[in-house]
């Protein structure tokens, strides 16, 4: 199956390898897990990781662009309904004509998944963390003011008398 990194990153063709590190850094942000608590982002993160490693490295972006070419040419020869129902089966029925960048992209496939796996676990450990400091912090809080309540009731007491 073809991916259009470019769409992915949302950028272009042309785009400059410093483009290319802020658009990664942009769709990391905007689609990363605690800026969306109530959405499953991890896939889109994958593809974002996936892009990235392919489009930053020299060679397997040129290799990469050769084949983005015969894939648009592919989907030219293609009919695509008015509505893309069937766009996802022209880019599962596209065959890479460059076995070595098929390669290179299924193992950057498996790098984004470990470290769209590694960001979650990262993201929950930071969330743990944050819930026991939070605790710890609102502990001794309560206990000051707990500390402070005892005195004044003490010194209130006193004056009363």
Known sequence: MFIDYYEILDITVTASLE???IAFRTQAIKWHPDR?????????MQLINEAYLILKDPEARLKYDV??????????????????????????????????LKKWIINARKQSVNLAKQTI?????????????GY??????FLFYLFLSVIIFIVTKSCNH
């Open 19 to 21: 483009e290319i590190k």
């Open 36 to 44: 969306n608590p109530n959405i499953d982002t991890t896939e889109r």
């Open 67 to 100: 084949e983005y070419l015969k894939f648009k040419e592919f989907t030219k020869t293609k009919k695509v309904s008015k509505d893309n129902s069937d766009e996802q089966d022209i880019n599962s029925n596209y065959q890479f004509f460059d076995d070595v």
């Open 121 to 133: 676990e990262d993201f929950k450990g930071m969330a743990k963390v944050g819930i026991k400091e």
């Open 136 to 141: 710890k912090a609102s502990k001794e809080v």
